[in-house]
């Protein structure tokens, strides 16, 4: 998978079982603290989390990438806490 521009903006999804909620990444946009947020979101197992980096606009919205795995998702802004 190609590097990231973290510079850009960043949605955190994190939840326990089959629910999780959306909020906007305010720390520092580097592989390595976003790697940390997501470990402190995990909660040692007990919940998940994965980090959305935005890419570009679609007809349908906005279009986040996946940071650990690549994968492309629409989020609309009423999606963020």
Known sequence: MKKMDLNKDI???SGEGETGAYERYE???TE???KAKLEEERCSGDRWARAFVYSYDSE???VYVD???GEQRHI???EIE
Do not use: V, Y
Request: hydrophobic content about 40%; aromatic content about 6%.
């Open 32 to 34: 390595k603290a976003i």
């Open 11 to 13: 949605i955190i999804l």
């Open 27 to 29: 720390g520092e946009k």
């Open 67 to 69: 940071f650990e795995t």
């Open 76 to 78: 609309s802004e009423s």
């Open 60 to 62: 349908m919205g906005p």
